[in-house]
């Protein structure tokens, strides 16, 4: 991409301390977001997905978890640096977050029109009235039929949909120019999921901003976004295009992941049986040397217990963290 990234995550390291020892669960991570795309960050729960959204927003819980090294650069400035009144002025205003569970999101006490109304109060000092009209205003931005009477509800008062519309309206307030979207439709009924995607998609365009898409499902991923980080075990193991993934997946686990999407599989009206992938994520404290992901690759081979792949270019603007792919050794015919 020839534009200048409008936030660039470099060498990004969390720690956590548990019970059982201390771990990273995000590894070294870089990524760019340039303006008006959508990053689809991809992988199983586990992987270190939503620690690195979090840290965007500096919301990461200290202890337990600690930002051991690694620059969260935003508008020139590392937002890892910044005290909090300057975070302030960043969070919730230029970078706002959509979560996965709305419920757990909104509280319970206050109704919409109050919750939606304290980020204008907040970030833009509007009035208590000023901020109900605008409240009114996003609701009806975000489809919420009958917006001057929902804004007095509670949030039970809502469908689970709404309450999400609800939660894209008050990260919307203040037109972000970045959304991060944690799995913005897993609670969701799958009738509904599509209809939010497609709203903060257009709404992303409304507001011209940029969303990091967090998601499991490498098909939400097709669908919206532009470019694709795929995670494992804290690191990024393939960053691409969305069209690159699909027509050349790298990474085992990358092809893994596409051989679980239903659509992907369909051939015509013959049903396929989906693939899993076998095994499951290596707990922080305890990882595999060499590959993370090798006790479960079917194409592992010599190198790959004992030396870690680095993220290397394996293509234009596609990087792949595998022995099979940057020649470390040859890999078995
Ligand atoms: Fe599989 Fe080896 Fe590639 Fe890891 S490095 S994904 S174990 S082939």
């Given at each position: ?15 956590f ?7 990273k669960?995000?590894?070294g ?6 303006p008006?795309e959508?990053?689809g ?13 979090l840290?965007i927003l500096?919301l ?7 930002i051991?090294?690694?620059k ?5 400035t590392?937002i ?5 009144n300057?975070?302030?002025a ?7 977050m959509?979560?996965?569970?709305p419920?757990?999101a909104l509280?319970?006490v206050?109704t ?11 970030h833009?000092k509007s009035s ?5 009209a605008?409240?009114?205003?996003m ?14 509800e ?7 949909g709404?309450?999400q ?6 990260a919307?307030?203040?037109k972000p120019?970045?959304?991060i979207?944690?799995e913005p439709?897993?609670?969701l009924?799958v009738t509904?999921q599509a ?8 709404l ?16 939400v991923?097709?669908n ?5 980080a ?13 069209s690159?993934?699909?027509s050349?997946?790298?990474h085992?686990?990358t092809?893994g ?12 009206d013959?049903?396929v049986?989906?693939r899993?992938i076998k095994?499951?994520?290596?707990p922080?404290?305890d ?10 690759c ?18 234009a ?5 595998c022995?099979l792919?940057i020649?470390c050794?040859?890999?078995?015919a």
């Open positions: 991409m020839p534009q200048q990234p409008l936030l660039s995550v470099q060498n990004l390291t969390i720690q301390r548990t019970d059982d020892g201390l771990g669960a995000v590894d991570v870089s990524f760019d977001l340039y008006n959508t990053l960050i991809v992988g199983e729960s586990g992987c270190g997905k939503t620690v690195t959204a840290s500096r990461i819980q200290s202890p337990p978890g600690e051991s090294s690694g969260i650069l935003f508008d020139g590392d890892l640096t910044l005290n909090e300057e975070l302030r960043i969070r919730g205003n230029r970078i706002a959509v979560f996965q569970e419920m757990t509280n319970p206050f919409i029109g109050d919750q939606i109304g304290e980020v204008f109060r907040i833009q208590k009235a000023e901020a109900r605008k409240s009114i205003e609701l009806r931005q975000v489809g919420i039929p009958d917006p001057e009477k929902r804004v007095d509670y949030p039970h008062q809502l469908s689970g709404m309450r519309r609800a939660m894209i309206a008050m919307l307030g203040c120019v970045i959304l979207a944690d439709t897993t609670a009924d509904i209809q939010i995607l497609d709203l903060m998609d257009e992303k365009r409304k507001f011209d901003a940029s969303i990091i898409l967090i998601t499991h499902d490498l098909g991923v097709a919206y976004a532009q470019r694709i795929v995670m494992y075990a804290g690191k990024i193991v393939e960053s691409c295009t969305v690159q993934i699909f050349n997946p790298k085992p686990y092809v992941l596409m051989e679980s999407i239903p659509a992907i599989q369909d051939e015509g013959k049903p049986r989906l899993e095994g499951i994520v290596p922080l404290h990882m595999p040397p060499g590959c993370p992901f090798h006790p479960r079917h194409r592992r081979f010599e190198p790959c217990d004992k030396e870690t792949p680095q993220l290397l270019e394996v293509g603007g596609h990087l792949c963290a022995h792919h020649g050794v040859k890999p078995p």
